[in-house]
């Protein structure tokens, strides 16, 4: 294979060496890109003396060029030549680069991928023999090329040129299946396979390089805002938190003032409680107490009343009889009072009669003077009602009210009209 820019194609390939012995030191000779894989040594033309059978690798025998298997590790001393050693197969990882030069994007940009994987032989005998008889290291270079540049072209002509570097991941885990399927059967291992370099063209790289700057710069300033978000963000949760925890201890020291005011309540209650059984028995003591004295003072009171019952009774009974005693003499008394006064009223009433009979006969000179009072209380009367406010009387009422305030007047208008019987009658009003 030609050798690129870049990482150049390696080669697997099988060597002739002189000597067993030697496998370790061809193993890990570099050659530039040829990798080998499997020594053959060199037989003998009669007989070895000793043979030295290194222990690294996976050492392979024939007998009269039939396969024999494993050969033990060791020192064997005359080592006849119908016996020999047929190859010496390596047991460490190899680490293979395929690269692919100039592969067609879905967008026609020609790009330039380096691949990397690693594999080994075996892991036993039986995968080293089916790998020596059966594939080769010539074939397995052949394979390992044709594989990884047809999935690599394949993979890039997917996609296009920005989207190649996404698809790492996926590639390397796709193209490990795909080899592991082919290689197994012939006792070979892809232990990893890993795509290590994408070159694009220079000026499109230069490019993507800047913009890969402008997006890193770009996600730069994103972390830079989100840092200080975050820092704002944590700076007000700490704020938030810092409250929360002053408004939980807070209410830490409302719930404690509380559960003391509790306390302190059911100490009161308690109390009141204890007091109040202090003032209920008290209470009771003292009912019970007045009760007694009441019921002794009632059975003393009773006795008393019944002292004072009899004595009251024995006193009235005196004072009745006394009563009657001086009723009778008062009554006997009043008798002799009442039969004088009929003695005096006889004697009075004889007086009246004849002063009657003396004022019969002044009748006629005393009904002058009898007139002339009733007169004035007449006057009095009406003086009486003429003083005591205004009045307003209509009707004949108010006309006999009139006349009676001016009897002159009354009679003037009486004797014009020539109502005699009423002067008369007025005059009789008045002698009565």
């Given amino acids: 294979m030609a050798s690129y820019q870049g990482v150049s194609h390696s080669k697997v390939v099988q060597l002739r060496i002189k000597n067993s012995s030697d496998a370790d030191k061809e193993f890990a000779k570099i050659r530039g890109n040829e990798i080998p894989i499997v020594l053959v040594p060199r037989w003998p033309v009669l007989f070895h003396f000793y043979l030295n059978v290194p222990s690294g690798p996976f050492v392979l025998y024939q007998q009269f060029h039939k396969d024999m298997g494993k050969l033990n590790p060791g020192v064997i001393w005359l080592w006849p030549a119908w016996n020999c050693i047929s190859h010496i197969v390596t047991r460490g990882a190899i680490s293979y680069n395929a690269p692919a030069r100039d592969c067609p994007t879905a967008d026609n940009v020609m790009i330039n991928i380096d691949l990397s994987l690693t594999f080994r032989i075996g892991p036993d005998i039986d995968g080293a023999r089916s790998f020596v008889y059966k594939l080769g290291a010539h074939r397995l270079d052949e394979l390992l090329a044709c594989e990884t540049e047809e999935a690599i072209r ?37 232990m990893n396979v890993k795509i290590t370099d994408v070159k694009l063209p220079r000026e499109l790289q230069e490019r993507l390089e800047r913009t890969t700057a402008f997006k890193t710069k770009m996600e730069e300033q994103e972390k830079s ?19 929360q925890k002053t408004n939980a201890r807070k209410v830490q020291e409302i719930d404690a003032e509380k559960q003391r005011y509790a ?3 059911r100490e009161m209650e308690e109390k009141a409680k204890g007091y ?19 019921k002794g003072d009632e059975f003393v009171n009773k006795v008393k009343g019944q002292q004072d019952a009899e004595a009251l009774l024995k006193k009235t009974d005196i004072e009745c009889q006394k009563l009657i005693i001086e009723s009778e003499q008062k009554a006997h008394v009043l008798v002799k009072e009442s039969e004088a006064g009929l003695k005096v009223a006889e004697f009075d009433a004889n007086a009246m009669i004849a002063s009657a009979e003396v004022e019969a006969g002044a009748a ?13 209380d007449r006057l009095e009367v009406l003086k009486n009602i003429a003083k005591s406010g205004r009045k307003f009387i209509s009707g004949d009422n108010g006309e006999g009210i009139l006349n009676d305030l001016m009897p002159q007047l009354q009679i003037r208008n009486a004797s014009m009209n020539g109502n005699s019987s009423y002067i008369d009658r007025n005059s009789t009003s008045y002698e009565q």
Avoid at 159 to 176: I, Q, W, Y
């Fill in 364 to 376: 006629e000179s005393l009904a002058e003077k009898r007139r002339y009072e009733l007169e004035w």
């Fill in 225 to 243: 805002h989100e840092n200080r978000m975050r820092v704002l963000d944590d700076k007000a949760i700490e704020e938030l938190e810092t409250i």
């Fill in 263 to 265: 306390i302190e309540r």
């Fill in 276 to 294: 109040g059984r202090v003032q209920q028995v008290e209470a009771k003591t003292y009912v019970e107490v007045s009760l007694k004295k009441a």
């Fill in 154 to 190: 394949g993979l890039v002509y997917s996609v296009t040129h920005d989207k190649v570097n996404d698809l790492r991941e996926e590639f390397a885990v796709g193209m490990l299946a795909t080899l592991n399927s082919k290689v197994q059967p012939y006792g070979v291992q892809i």
